[in-house]
């Protein structure tokens, strides 16, 4: 296969350092997150990448601490342009010979505006990060002196002539005689002292004189967070590394994608059957179609009712696999399997792992027995298909990227997965976000019904109630997620929603009903708004939506006399109770 083109980003164990890798591919330039630790002849093992640039993240730890993390000297002299963030800028500053100090008194924690220094404009190279930044009026009031004199000490004060592309001699003197500045996104208690040699001082906030440095050779620090959507400009910041320094070629598209998961599931699965468990979402849909293009009728999908599916889905899987797309597909109900082995079991991390051993299970006893067609030139089933996400690695593990990342939780099919499998695996979406799995989904003509449904968790309802898990509970969310999907499409704003959802608490209130006293099950209500669901916020829902909501859930599923709102973002919660 060709190389591709591709910018590595160096974790260091920021709560960015995702993000980062998905505004590169938001320029359509291939990007991977790789733990800090890893070493430049590490980075160039990777035959099949074509390295154009690295990023260093930020991260919680300072430079100057015995134990504080650190980069390859490599990769710093290897003449691969570099990117430092935050952290990534302190760390690359002090390695190729400057100085970072504590800030207690003037750290910046939140927004900040950056003045960008006239006379760094004069050298182009050096300037090429800023290129073609514009700014409106309203953001160009002069700042006032940084007041940290511990820091930059004998540092030039940005002058008021710097003018930003597109503004003429002829325009408003206002405008004219303004510097450029840009609201960003701090987060930082250390900083930039000295410079190192080579680099030159590019911005300045009020409080801090080194905001920005760079060198002609395309080391580049930035004190701020460019990957943030509250850095209005930070995209044209990232593209201006990725193609003014970098040199890339915005070749990673949906249709590249597609072709390229295509060969390799051809070259990995060879003459061998596949079967693909369906979980009724987006993710296993669009893994399932990424297969049958791939290997035709070598696939067959198989569903898993295991009695945590919501109202209707065995129905609706059913139809648009069999009917629609063509696709061979079986059922299997194991819903009495499941229940058994979830009985009592409280701990939603035992919950994932159970339920991703049954899924194994279960796939191997089908490849076993044979149940499918055979077909002529192939042989038995050796793989299966899965649609894990990027995500999904992310927060269940955490040896792929930083040494200090925690795992949030397990999901079913990463860490949940048993030891001992007797099927290999096969994730075509395992390096893709959401957005990008459904501009898939949407190229390959899966029903937009399919492409924009809310994800739904390979466990199912049972990491939707909190505690054990019966078939009375069961029915009681069931019904109630249901009624929530009902209000939302209702409203027309479903598809204005990342994720919404019913959980069933563990707790029971005191209500009136019928002038009699209850004793009943709390149902919580959880919608929030995303894109890439690593980060969420919780959801605007008008009032008299969540007033529909909670007087039909009350009203018409029996055991509950209580609904309450989820206003909690990702962080610090996770978009699932459990």
């Known amino acids: 296969m060709e190389r591709r083109e591709a910018i590595l980003v160096l974790d260091f164990g920021s709560q960015y350092s995702r993000l980062i890798t998905r505004r590169v591919r938001e320029c359509q330039v291939y990007s991977e997150l790789v733990p800090a630790t890893t070493t430049l002849a590490q980075l160039q093992q990777n035959t099949h990448l074509d390295i154009k640039g690295i990023i260093l993240s930020g991260g919680p730890a300072s430079v100057y601490d015995a134990d504080a993390p650190t980069c390859d000297p490599a990769i710093l002299h290897s003449g691969i342009p570099v990117l430092g963030i935050c952290y990534g800028m302190q760390l690359l500053a002090q390695q190729l010979g400057g100085r970072v100090v504590h800030t207690s008194e003037q750290r910046e924690y939140g927004p900040a505006t950056i003045?960008?220094?006239?006379?760094?404009?004069?050298?182009?190279?050096?300037?090429?990060?800023?290129?073609?930044?514009?700014?409106?009026?309203?953001?160009?009031?002069?700042?006032?002196?940084?007041?940290?004199?511990?820091?930059?000490?004998?540092?030039?004060?940005?002058?008021?002539?710097?003018?930003?592309?597109?503004?003429?001699?002829?325009?408003?003197?206002?405008?004219?005689?303004?510097?450029?500045?840009?609201?960003?996104?701090?987060?930082?208690?250390?900083?930039?002292?000295?410079?190192?040699?080579?680099?030159?001082?590019?911005?300045?906030?009020?409080?801090?004189?080194?905001?920005?440095?760079?060198?002609?050779?395309?080391?580049?620090?930035?004190?701020?967070?460019?990957?943030?959507?509250?850095?209005?400009?930070?995209?044209?910041?990232?593209?201006?590394?990725?193609?003014?320094?970098?040199?890339?070629?915005?070749?990673?598209?949906?249709?590249?994608?597609?072709?390229?998961?295509?060969?390799?599931?051809?070259?990995?699965?060879?003459?061998?059957?596949?079967?693909?468990?369906?979980?009724?979402?987006?993710?296993?849909?669009?893994?399932?179609?990424?297969?049958?293009?791939?290997?035709?009728?070598?696939?067959?999908?198989?569903?898993?009712?295991?009695?945590?599916?919501?109202?209707?889905?065995?129905?609706?899987?059913?139809?648009?696999?069999?009917?629609?797309?063509?696709?061979?597909?079986?059922?299997?109900?194991?819903?009495?399997?499941?229940?058994?082995?979830?009985?009592?079991?409280?701990?939603?991390?035992?919950?994932?792992?159970?339920?991703?051993?049954?899924?194994?299970?279960?796939?191997?006893?089908?490849?076993?027995?044979?149940?499918?067609?055979?077909?002529?030139?192939?042989?038995?089933?050796?793989?299966?298909?899965?649609?894990?996400?990027?995500?999904?690695?992310?927060?269940?593990?955490?040896?792929d990227t930083a040494a200090t990342a925690t795992r949030i939780k397990t999901h079913h099919n990463v860490g949940g997965l048993p030891e001992e499998m007797n099927l290999h695996l096969v994730e075509p979406l395992r390096m893709l976000f959401k957005d990008e799995v459904r501009e898939i989904g949407l190229a390959l003509d899966l029903p937009e019904e399919w492409v924009w449904r809310h994800p739904f968790p390979g466990p199912g309802l049972a990491i939707r109630i909190i505690g054990a898990v019966d078939e009375q509970r069961l029915a009681i969310l069931r019904a109630a997620d249901a009624i929530v999907i009902d209000e939302i499409r209702r409203a027309g704003i479903y598809r204005e929603l990342g994720q919404a959802f019913a959980v069933l608490t563990p707790l029971q209130s005191v209500g009136v009903m019928g002038d009699e006293r209850t004793y009943a099950n709390v149902v919580a209500v959880r919608a929030v708004t995303t894109g890439d669901f690593m980060t969420a916020d919780w959801a605007r829902l008008p009032a008299d939506l969540l007033a529909r909501i909670s007087h039909r859930i009350v009203n018409e599923v029996p055991g509950v006399n209580r609904v309450v709102y989820d206003i909690t973002s990702k962080p610090p919660a996770t978009i699932e109770w459990e």
């Open 115 to 399: 003045e960008v220094l006239a006379e760094a404009a004069q050298d182009a190279q050096t300037f090429r990060i800023f290129a073609g930044i514009t700014a409106s009026p309203e953001q160009t009031i002069e700042l006032d002196q940084p007041q940290n004199e511990d820091v930059g000490a004998g540092l030039p004060r940005p002058s008021p002539i710097y003018r930003p592309e597109g503004w003429g001699e002829d325009d408003s003197p206002t405008n004219v005689d303004a510097p450029l500045r840009l609201p960003v996104w701090m987060s930082h208690g250390d900083s930039v002292a000295q410079l190192p040699p080579g680099c030159k001082f590019l911005a300045c906030t009020e409080n801090n004189p080194v905001a920005a440095i760079a060198n002609p050779q395309g080391i580049v620090g930035l004190q701020f967070h460019p990957e943030v959507t509250h850095t209005p400009q930070g995209k044209e910041i990232i593209r201006n590394f990725l193609f003014r320094i970098c040199g890339c070629t915005p070749a990673w598209t949906t249709g590249s994608v597609i072709e390229e998961a295509i060969e390799q599931i051809r070259q990995r699965v060879g003459q061998a059957r596949v079967i693909c468990g369906l979980s009724g979402g987006v993710d296993s849909a669009v893994a399932a179609l990424l297969v049958h293009r791939a290997v035709g009728d070598q696939l067959t999908c198989v569903l898993v009712d295991t009695g945590c599916l919501r109202a209707g889905e065995r129905e609706q899987v059913v139809e648009t696999f069999s009917t629609h797309l063509h696709i061979p597909l079986v059922v299997i109900d194991a819903r009495q399997r499941f229940l058994t082995r979830l009985a009592g079991i409280i701990d939603p991390e035992q919950k994932r792992k159970i339920i991703g051993e049954e899924f194994i299970r279960i796939f191997e006893e089908t490849a076993e027995q044979n149940v499918l067609v055979p077909l002529a030139g192939t042989r038995g089933i050796a793989f299966l298909a899965q649609g894990t996400l990027y995500p999904d690695v992310i927060e269940s593990t955490s040896h």
